[in-house]
């Protein structure tokens, strides 16, 4: 079965401290993995995904299939980040498996 | 681009009635669409996916009979919560996707539900 294991509920940095959210999956398949981040009061958005190997917002995410793991990192926090991130997993029937979120705090 | 709606936003409703949630794409065709379910502080959990013209896949636990999705048209997908009880009462979420494996899903606002 998919699984996605976010083990930190709440993760609280100062601003400018590297930051990581962890995220570890399982999957028989070939996985796409994405990250999505909800801001107070906005809308769930996707923020990356695996297969762009983009950095957006200065937060990047490597695949590690040996580790099976898709956490995300930026190694300058800002105020702006704090919100709820959410690690997911999207499966050949395009079903999405969404982890249990990690809130990030950036304090000042 | 890629804006999902969702009406209402919220609802309040009496125990025993049925309430229809709208998800609509709005400026693409949504092969595919999901609905969610969010309660307070938690994940958001899959309830159904549907492609347009067939019947909607339920997860395991979800009552199809209880919740009924309808996927008519490539931009509109409608959840009926019947016989709503106060246990209905959530956050419930659509997202919408083209359609091809890994696609992004484009999430609407959310409608919170209160079954009083």
């Known amino acids: 079965a998919q699984r996605v294991t976010q083990p930190e509920k709440l993760l609280s940095v100062f601003k400018g401290a590297p930051v990581e959210l962890k995220c570890n999956y399982s999957y028989s398949g070939s996985p796409e993995l994405f990250w999505y981040v909800q801001y107070s009061r906005q809308r769930l958005q996707l923020l990356l995904r695996h297969i762009s190997r983009e950095s957006i917002k200065g937060f990047t995410a490597d695949l590690n299939k040996g580790e099976t793991s898709f956490h995300l990192k930026k190694p300058f926090a800002q105020e702006e980040d704090s919100a709820m991130y959410y690690c997911?997993?999207?499966?050949?029937?395009?079903?999405?498996?969404f982890g249990a979120g990690t809130r990030l705090t950036v304090k000042p | 681009g890629a804006v999902v709606s969702q009406h209402p936003s919220r609802v309040i409703c009496k125990s025993g009635t049925s309430v229809k949630i709208e998800c609509r794409s709005l400026d693409f065709q949504a092969t595919t669409m999901f609905w969610y379910r969010q309660f307070p502080k938690q994940s958001l959990m899959l309830m159904a996916t549907s492609n347009e013209g067939s019947k909607a896949t339920y997860e395991q636990g979800v009552e199809k009979d209880k919740f009924l999705i309808n996927h008519a048209s490539l931009t509109l997908s409608t959840l009926t919560v019947t016989s709503a009880h106060p246990e209905d009462s959530s956050f419930y979420i659509c997202s919408a996707s083209r359609g091809a494996p890994g696609n992004e899903q484009f999430f609407g606002p959310g409608t919170r539900l209160t079954v009083l």
């Open positions: 997911a997993l999207s499966t050949l029937n395009n079903d999405m498996r």
